[in-house]
Nanobody, 123 residues
Framework: EVQLVASGGGLVQAGGSLRLSCAAHGFTFDDYAIGWFRQVPGLAREGVSSLSIPDGTTTYADSVKGRFTISRDNAKNTVYLQMNSLKPEDTAIYYC????????????????WGQGTLVTVSS
């Protein structure tokens, strides 16, 4: 069964850091891009970052550039999102997802989604 499991969310003060993990089960993401998205209830989902596994290309939303870093651990079949200098506006449910359209980054069609992990940044 193909599954993505997101974890690592929590409550942190502004300026703090969290690392989110996205573990892939039932497939290896060698030919995929993995994306991180976030959503505040009632608002549109926002693409945060993506990592295209075949060529290592990364993309970031302007709002997180310089603060967030996406990376992978092939041995663990896991993609990470290191989030530093967190701001209250980063508060959201964070989801990871995969797409075979790895050349399109965050613009690809993402078909497998993890369950989401809540990040809350207090001021």
């Amino acid at each position: 069964e193909v599954q993505l499991v997101a974890s690592g969310g929590g409550l942190v003060q502004a300026g703090g850091s969290l690392r989110l993990s996205c573990a892939a089960h039932g497939f290896t993401f060698d030919d995929y891009a993995i994306g991180w998205f976030r959503q505040v209830p009632g608002l549109a989902r926002e693409g945060v970052s993506s990592l295209s596994i075949p060529d290592g290309t990364t993309t970031y939303a302007d709002s997180v550039k310089g603060r967030f870093t996406i990376s992978r651990d092939n041995a663990k079949n896991t993609v990470y999102l290191q989030m530093n200098s967190l701001k209250p506006e980063d508060t959201a449910i964070y989801y990871c997802a995969s797409t075979r359209n790895w050349k399109l980054g965050l613009k690809g069609y993402y078909d497998y989604w993890g369950q989401g992990t809540l990040v809350t940044v207090s001021s």
